[in-house]
């Protein structure tokens, strides 16, 4: 069946470092691939998205790279900040239904 | 331009109960859809309506149910509460079907 996961259930970087979370899906029919960022008390934030017919994207300081070949999600955050501290979700969709990775927790330390 | 709203966001149940959770869609959005979350199983599918038709349901019994009506606000509701269903209930929205989805703040469910 579909799943969605993520590599590691925590990381902790330095303040200022870049930050590389990672994430595995197994539907290769997934058409579309997003990030959500979630603080405590919060609901999910989006942050990035890409589709399957790219390799890559880039926003503000945040990068998504998608690696078709063996069902692999990454989200990259340059210079992070204690501020980017939260839980980070990645979700795949297909034909309008999306499931979710169970979560990185990123621990920014000063 | 308004985000996706929902209410309550904080409510404390008995067992056995019934609740009723509300969400406002953002404006122009007609797909909604509801997710469970609990630390233990993670953002778990309830259903995704899009123009008061419900298009997906996720693995939850029958005790969950959901409407949409046609301004896209959405309901959903639990009937006989138990102890299991306290969570963080997540409504989203996106345009249609296979676009972004973008999550209200959530309701927190107790139940004692």
């Known amino acids: 069946g579909e799943s969605v996961g993520l590599h590691l259930p925590t990381l902790s970087v330095q303040e200022g470092d870049n930050s590389i979370i990672n994430c595995a899906y197994s539907n290769s029919a997934s058409d579309y691939f997003i990030w959500y960022k979630q603080e405590s008390g919060k609901g999910p934030q989006f942050i990035i998205d890409i589709r399957s017919n790219m390799d890559k994207r880039q926003g503000q300081r945040v990068t998504v790279l998608l690696n078709k070949t063996v069902k692999h999600l990454s989200l990259q955050i340059a210079a992070t900040q204690p501020g980017d501290s939260a839980v980070y979700f990645c979700a795949e969709s297909n034909a309008g239904k999306s499931t979710f990775g169970d979560g990185t927790t990123l621990t920014v330390k000063p | 331009k308004a985000g996706v709203t929902q209410t309550p966001r904080y409510l404390i149940k008995t067992r056995g109960q019934q609740v009723t959770l509300s969400c406002s869609p953002i404006?122009?959005?007609?797909?909604v859809s509801w997710y469970q979350q609990t630390p233990g199983q993670g953002l778990q599918f309830l259903f995704e309506y899009f123009s008061e038709t419900q298009r997906n349901k996720g693995n939850f019994p029958g005790r969950f149910s959901g409407r949409q009506f046609s301004n896209s606000r959405s309901e959903m509701n639990v009937s006989t509460l138990e102890l299991g269903d306290s969570a963080l209930y997540l409504c989203?929205?996106?345009?249609?079907?296979?676009?972004?989805?973008?999550f209200g703040e959530g309701s927190w469910l107790t139940v004692v």
């Open positions: 989203a929205s996106s345009l249609q079907e296979g676009n972004t989805i973008y």
């Open positions: 404006s122009g959005h007609r797909s």
